[in-house]
Nanobody
Framework: QEQLVESGGGSVQAGGSLRLSCAAS????????MGWFRQAPGKEREGVAAISYKGGRTYYADSVKGRFTISQDNAKNAVNLQMNSLKPADTAMYYCAASPYAQYGTTWFLSERYKSWGAGTQVTVSS
């Protein structure tokens, strides 16, 4: 299992922005598809965004498309999630995950395809 550590969560008002970061090893970021998932109380975990091994391909949930951006920071061996125009519906625990498998439009959001998970960082958006 790869070691993943999330940071950057917090509380913000609707319309605000947060930037989540997932610290990993150089090997992890270069050799895994990296994803962000979230889980709100009483709801199932859902895929938010994913990025390919070299950052050339990204995937987003429809609910965040146009507002969130996933990116790699190779200098820091990190994967970031820039979240803009936040809504109360974005309130959840956000998790970083790593998958050794190639992902596609029909698979990137399936949590079972990810083998390593961080402990999560809380995002709370108030109206």
């Amino acid at each position: 299992q790869e070691q993943l550590v999330e940071s950057g969560g917090g509380s913000v008002q609707a319309g605000g922005s947060l930037r989540l970061s997932c610290a990993a090893s150089r090997y992890t970021v270069s050799n895994n598809y990296m994803g962000w998932f979230r889980q709100a109380p009483g709801k199932e975990r859902e895929g938010v965004a994913a990025i390919s091994y070299k950052g050339g391909r990204t995937y987003y949930a429809d609910s965040v498309k146009g507002r969130f951006t996933i990116s790699q920071d190779n200098a820091k061996n990190a994967v970031n999630l820039q979240m803009n125009s936040l809504k109360p519906a974005d309130t959840a625990m956000y998790y970083c995950a790593a998958s050794p498998y190639a992902q596609y439009g029909t698979t990137w959001f399936l949590s079972e395809r990810y083998k390593s998970w961080g402990a999560g960082t809380q995002v709370t958006v108030s109206s």
